[in-house]
């Protein structure tokens, strides 16, 4: 199975500031990377596939990035509503597998 | 407006069996292959199960492998997964999400989960 490693595991940010997270594969994956945002006893929304490609409806301060292993999530201007935890998943191979997720708080 | 509604979660014990359903409205749900991912209680996401528009092509997770069943009806606009052999860690928010057309684990719509909690 492919290992999907999110760094960091958890981050304090201010109303404003600019967020990057990274997912890393195991092994190759080309583009199929999708990312997610989920806050606490709600289901996991789409927010990124193929790597860069937004979702109908997510506003454009979600950019995604990268190709091969190595991928990146970035937030422009983190509003109190993006207080949430994101997860990567690759999608390339059979099983499907997820990051361990990266925890977005309040600093 | 896409919509997945999960149901049948509750307390089962060890070794029990569960049937969860989802009931899938605004969209012609016979033209998308769907899936079932599940979330321990404080855990991160794993994927558990998927089917095709016709049914034609399933997979299963190892860890359930043998053991969950996934099926569909189209005429009813439904996904179910009948669990046996419930082990305590198959505790968990259950979720079905879509796939979109060409996709397999590309997940693009989420139901709200239903909770199955195994224990004695």
């Known amino acids: 199975d492919i290992q999907m490693t999110q760094s960091p595991s958890s981050l304090s940010a201010s109303v404003g500031d600019r967020v990057t997270i990274t997912c890393r594969a195991s092994?190759?994956?080309?583009?199929?990377l999708a990312w997610f945002q989920q806050k606490p006893g709600k289901a996991p929304k789409s927010l990124i596939y193929?790597?860069?490609s937004l979702q109908s409806g997510v506003p454009s301060k979600f950019s995604g990035s990268g190709s091969g292993t190595d991928f990146t999530l970035t937030i422009s201007s983190l509003q109190p509503e993006d207080f949430a935890t994101y997860y990567c998943?690759?999608?390339?191979?059979?099983?499907?597998?997820f990051g361990g997720g990266t925890k977005v708080e309040i600093k | 407006e896409v919509q997945l509604v999960e149901s049948g979660g509750g307390l089962v014990q060890p070794g029990g069996s569960l049937r969860l359903s989802c009931a899938a409205s605004?969209?012609?749900?016979?033209?998308?292959?769907m899936n079932w991912v599940r979330q321990a209680p404080g855990k991160g996401l794993e994927w558990v199960s998927y089917i095709s528009s016709s049914s034609s092509t399933i997979y299963y997770a190892d860890s359930v492998k043998g053991r969950f069943t996934i099926s569909r009806d189209n005429a009813k606009n439904s996904l179910y997964l009948q669990m046996n052999s419930l082990r305590d860690e198959d505790t968990a928010v259950y979720y079905c999400?879509?796939?979109?057309?060409?996709?397999?684990?590309?997940?693009?719509?989420w139901g709200q989960g239903t909770l199955v909690t195994v224990s004695s």
């Open positions: 605004g969209f012609t749900f016979s033209s998308y292959s």
């Open positions: 999400a879509r796939v979109p057309r060409g996709s397999y684990f590309n997940f693009d719509y």
């Open positions: 092994q190759g994956i080309s583009n199929y």
């Open positions: 998943q690759q999608y390339n191979s059979y099983p499907p597998t």
């Open positions: 193929a790597a860069s």
